[in-house]
């Protein structure tokens, strides 16, 4: 089973009917015990950072989510859950879970429209299992106006033109994350979906 990490915000309807389209078993829960028990979890989202961690601390899912990545159960982050597993975020100063070093910044003011928003494909600096029959000219739908800058190069699997060069996915050890969003990205993101639910959370 799946827990899909339920804070009052994001796309949580989106990724369950994603994951039961594929087949896949799963829960939108807030229940730490639950998240804690189960087999993978994903924490989707869209929202700001600030609020996020406001309600992430406030029902014990920064202890439940720590307590799920020592357990070395595959973790799954969604747009949001590339930013708040980070130390700390840009949006509204806030502190967030640090369980990757790194910092959610700002887009710059470079001549680009910000929310960076729609089509923009990737470029794999890592191999990882989630990738696995990913086309690599395939493109992934973007909607998010800060981006994961972690503190070591090694934590970065794929990165994206917008404007500059940012990490779209990231990871380390049981922990992998999406800057775009993976329910709204068609097959592709359907494929990713389906080889998390096949990860045993080693690379």
């Known amino acids: 089973m799946i827990s899909i990490i339920d804070y009052k915000a994001g796309n949580l309807t989106s990724v369950g009917r994603a994951l039961k389209h594929l087949g896949v078993p799963c829960v939108i829960t807030s229940d730490p015990r ?7 979890v994903i924490f989707p989202g869209v929202g700001a950072a600030g609020k996020a961690m406001e309600v992430i601390k406030s029902q014990g899912l920064d202890k439940a989510i720590h307590n799920v990545i020592a357990q ?21 100063n806030a502190t967030c879970l640090g369980i990757i070093p790194g ?3 700002k887009f710059p003011d470079v001549g680009i429209k910000i929310p960076h928003m729609g089509w923009n494909d990737i470029s794999i600096e890592r191999n990882h299992p989630l990738f696995k029959d990913i086309n690599p000219e395939a493109q992934f739908y973007f909607v998010h106006s800060y981006y994961p800058e972690p503190g070591n190069h090694e934590n970065i699997i794929a990165t994206t033109h917008y404007g500059i060069t940012f990490a779209s996915v990231i ?21 990713i979906l389906k080889n998390f639910s096949e990860w045993n959370g080693e690379l």
Do not use: Y
């Open 72 to 92: 070395k159960i595959p973790f799954l982050g969604i747009c949001m859950g590339a930013q708040i597993i980070l130390d700390k975020s840009e949006e509204n």
């Open 103 to 105: 910092v959610a910044r």
């Open 171 to 191: 990871g380390r050890g049981n922990v992998i994350a999406t800057q775009f969003h993976l329910e709204k990205s068609g097959r592709n993101g359907l494929r």
């Open 34 to 40: 639950i998240i804690m028990s189960s087999e993978r």
